[in-house]
């Protein structure tokens, strides 16, 4: 049967076929109509087409204008696929060679016009044809030069690297790549920019197709799109004409094929940090519209009503940055009560894919006390805003439009309302705000281009429909800008702030606490400072809030950093007649000493003087002694002072247990556990360790006994995983045992597993890679499932998968590699940036090239860390096979330092 074989087509044909070898001109045409009239220059008509998936598009769109009758043949490996009937074909020796048209490899693919007129025309003529399967180019590759690499690498990026075959194809790119550095060291940074331009690219076009999607093709999605084009690298802007060209031709045409849905569409949202629509995250801007308007019908005598009922009385606030953003215009007379779901979805989702603030308050809200009325609620959810707004010291101008209700027009003039607002916030924060004007307005429903999505906010919160719920849901808005009473949230605290700054306890408390997290264009950062000078002057305020945090403390209700926050404003700003009480300055030193310890710092003047205080407390509170104690040791172990550690628990060898209490004794246990295992002696600390986990089970809070015992029994087991005289058959009964199933089925658990399992994976990993013959294959199968933090052991957990990945992908090995050794060079405390110049060494071992540190850090952080087994990295450096090279790794960094 007689066969074309167009370009790009390698594989012999099978020995049944015959290969017609038509005469292609020298390049590729361009125009597809001119390559349909070559082809049809053909005297016979072949029964099959042979292609590949580097045939470029046009040649397979103008045979199946000439030949629609022809079946096709995709070249997949050493196999043929026909398709649509989904049979492989197979060669053997008699197979039919085929001679390769020449064509330039500039020109194997078709320009970015012919290809979107080849991929229209492709889209419509495969309907009825089974999909390409996707097939890695690794053998392709070889062949190509240096730039096609790199235009592969940003063209697959821009595709999306979320797709599978994507993904393999960038892996098989990069392994090239890597082969290819030897001879050209800059080529992986090229690689990886180019990479990062095609990411850049995917996810500008998600947003362009998110608006297309949500608004049209309309004014003002060109301008923005132009805006777009015109600043950003040309690769990109190329990237983004060329594919609005393809949905303006065959993607409009495909989504009008659907019918408008009758349920809810809007896709659920995740918030990790705080919502894309918190007012108070946005960047700041000079120029801004407040958009208020209300729901419900009930304001003025409400107290009865439950929050759910749709009656109660409801104000949202929409902020719009002027000329920033820019919304598609709704139709005029918007009300949501008479706009399809389709319409009020589409409305919520331009609020989430824009950087527009909101903020929305019942009138059975506590901030507006025991009694309410609709104004008095506008009029409070102004304040809100005008406290969350993101500006800095430029002149700000505010314009509020509030939807005229009732005997509140148009005519009527809310110059003193402005006035008050205006005094209030110069009283509040000089500085911030005296370049800020306001101006207020009553406004009807379209009066304001923008009053229609304000509405659908509104309306969405309060209706009872299954699909506004649903809508709520989705948009995750409900707790976050959105509030309700029981919503217990920072944006609370600051409707609290007035030109008094006197903030209840509570109220400091929540905002002291957060104010490491808010942006810097926060007001609370002068809020602050402000409120410390007025405190100095007044004690009793000062000692209300210090007592606030002993009540805290003492009902163990309360997160580390928020407290050491806290008592180091209280510290900073004490009155010249206070001081804070010797015990709180206790918790304080173990608030600090714990939050250096989980950064790798260290603070010797900080020790010395906790040693001090401890020695002063110890009659009168032995067991907050001893937690200090406890943490100093740690702090001293970070230091690889291991007998510094030693002399400080030694002080409680002969002391009555009871004296420290039962959970402290247990932790001291699990640190002379620790503490041996550092020193390697694995069967004293396993010892020590079990002392520990038998204590602990005396406990009466059983998440802390679960706690305690789960973290020790690792410790454990990393110890038994370093004792030489423990068989592989028998660590593995006992990680089995502590994960109560087979290893393999743990093993896919923690692959995908998050922050919450981080040490129970560290642990899985150590073992697979000291202990080779329990490696599981199954932890390797779901790499795309793989997640990392920033917090310790990650870099460990990093740099294992790197060792693991090696032989087998070692691109990605290098990329999992480079990111332990960043994040713990980056990282401010010695410990890390000592444990990141070990791992750096230590990758070299397995081929894989990460940059060290410069001699002159070196040298500081051996006057950091003037304990460190230095002689061991010398070693490392020098090693000469992996087993010598996993010995210095241990010895640079013992027990769970690695």
């Not at 000329?323 to 609020?351: C, G, M, R, W, Y």
């Not at 109220?507 to 606490?513: E, G, I, R």
Request: charged share 20%.
């Amino acid at each position: 049967m007689l066969t074309l074989c167009l370009p790009q087509t390698t594989q012999a044909l099978p020995s049944t076929l015959t290969a017609h070898n038509i005469a292609f001109p020298s390049s590729t045409p361009t125009n597809l109509q001119t390559l349909c009239q070559f082809m049809a220059q053909q005297p016979n008509a072949p029964h099959y087409i042979a292609f590949s998936v580097n045939t470029p598009a046009i040649w397979l769109v103008a045979s199946q204008r000439c030949w629609p009758e022809a079946l096709y043949l995709l070249q997949e490996n050493d196999r043929w696929l026909e398709l649509p009937s989904g049979e492989y074909w197979t060669t053997d020796n008699a197979a039919v060679a085929i001679e390769q048209a020449a064509v330039a490899p500039a020109e194997a693919e078709a320009p970015a016009e012919a290809e979107a007129e080849a991929e229209a025309e492709a889209e419509k003529a495969t309907q009825t044809q089974a999909t390409k399967p996707a097939v890695v180019e690794s053998q392709n590759n070889l062949t190509q030069t240096d730039k096609e690499i790199l235009r592969k690498v940003f063209k697959f990026a821009s595709w999306g690297e979320h797709e599978p075959e994507h993904r393999a194809q960038l892996d098989a790119l990069f392994a090239e790549i890597l082969k290819r550095s030897e001879r050209q060291p800059t080529l992986m940074e090229q690689a990886q920019k180019q990479r990062n331009l095609g990411t850049q690219a995917y996810n500008k076009w998600i947003g362009c197709e998110r608006r297309l999607k949500s608004g049209g093709f309309s004014p003002d999605f060109d301008t923005w799109f132009q805006g777009q084009t015109q600043n950003t690298n040309p690769a990109i802007a190329q990237f983004l004409k060329y594919k609005l060209q393809r949905w303006q031709k065959w993607h409009d045409n495909k989504r009008q094929q659907f019918a408008v849905k009758s349920t809810c569409q809007l896709a659920p949202i995740s918030v990790d940090h705080h919502h894309p629509n918190s007012l108070r995250h946005l960047p700041t801007h000079p120029d801004w519209h407040i958009l208020i308007d209300e729901t419900g019908s009930e304001f003025d005598n409400s107290k009865h009503l439950n929050v759910h009922d749709t009656q109660l009385g409801r104000m949202v606030a929409l902020a719009i940055p002027v000329n920033k953003v820019n919304l598609p215009a709704l139709k005029p007379n918007f009300h949501a009560t008479n706009e399809s779901d389709d319409t009020l979805d589409k409305a919520i989702q331009t609020l989430l894919n824009n950087a527009v603030g909101i903020v929305g308050i019942t009138v059975n809200d506590t901030l507006l006390g025991k009694s309410s009325r609709w104004f008095s609620g506008i009029y409070l959810l102004m304040r809100l805003v005008l406290r969350l707004l993101p500006i800095d010291d430029a002149k700000t101008r505010v314009e509020f439009f509030i939807e005229q209700r009732g005997g509140f027009g148009a005519n009527m003039s809310l110059f003193p309302i402005q006035q008050l607002l205006e005094t209030e916030l110069q009283a509040l924060d000089a500085a911030r705000f005296k370049d800020v004007r306001i101006s207020l307005q009553f406004a009807n429903k379209n009066h304001h281009p923008a009053n229609g999505y304000v509405d659908a906010l509104a309306h969405m919160w309060a209706a009872a429909s299954a699909n506004s719920k649903k809508r709520l849901k989705n948009s995750a808005l409900l707790g976050h800008c959105l509030l309700e009473p029981q919503h217990d949230v920072i944006e609370r605290s600051y409707a609290a702030i007035d030109q008094q700054h006197i903030l209840s306890p509570k109220d400091w408390y929540s905002l002291v606490s957060a104010v490491s997290d808010e942006p810097s264009s926060s007001l609370l950062h002068n809020v602050l400072t402000e409120l410390g000078k007025q405190i100095q002057q007044q004690a009793s305020i000062w000692q209300g809030y210090l007592d606030f945090v002993s009540q805290l403390l003492q009902h163990k209700h309360y997160h580390l950093l928020e407290i050491k926050t806290a008592l180091d404003w209280l510290a900073n700003h004490t009155p010249q007649e206070c001081t804070l009480p010797p015990m709180l300055i206790l918790h304080w030193y173990m608030a600090r000493l714990a939050c250096a310890n989980h950064l790798g710092q260290h603070d010797m003047p900080l020790i010395s003087k906790a040693i001090r205080l401890g020695q002063s407390l110890l009659n009168e509170n032995a067991m907050e002694v001893c937690h200090l104690h406890l943490r100093i040791a740690v702090a001293a172990t970070n230091q690889f002072e291991f007998d510094s550690a030693q002399d400080i628990l030694d002080f409680w060898q002969d002391q009555d247990p009871r004296l420290m209490g039962l959970n402290n004794y247990g932790k001291y246990l699990s640190s002379l556990g620790q503490l041996a295992a550092f020193r390697g002696k694995h069967q004293q600390a396993i010892s020590h360790f079990d002392h520990a986990i038998s204590t602990f089970a005396s406990l009466s809070d059983p998440q802390e006994k679960h706690k305690q015992q789960r973290q020790t029994e690792i410790y454990r087991l990393i110890a038994l995983t370093d004792n030489e005289g423990v068989s592989d058959h028998a660590l593995q009964q006992a990680l089995e045992a502590f994960w109560q199933q087979p290893l393999e089925i743990a093993a896919k658990k923690l692959a995908q597993s998050s922050n919450d399992l981080r040490f129970e994976q560290h642990l899985l990993l150590r073992v697979m890679v000291t202990r080779p013959a329990l490696q599981q294959s199954s932890y390797l199968e779901i790499t795309d499932d793989w997640q990392f933090e920033e917090a310790h052991p990650w870099p460990l957990i990093a740099a294992y998968r790197a060792v693991l990945l090696q032989a087998q992908i070692p691109i990605k090995a290098s990329l999992w590699m480079h990111k332990a050794v960043n994040t713990c060079q980056e990282a401010q405390g010695a410990t890390l940036q000592w444990m990141g110049e070990v791992l750096a060494l230590w990758a070299t071992h397995y081929g894989i090239k990460v940059t060290t540190i410069a001699n002159k850090q070196l040298e500081q952080l051996q006057t950091q860390l003037p304990q460190a087994p230095w002689p061991s990295l010398d070693k490392l450096k020098n090693a000469h096979n992996h087993t010598q090279a996993m010995q210095d790794l241990a010895a640079c960094l013992p027990f769970n330092f690695h």
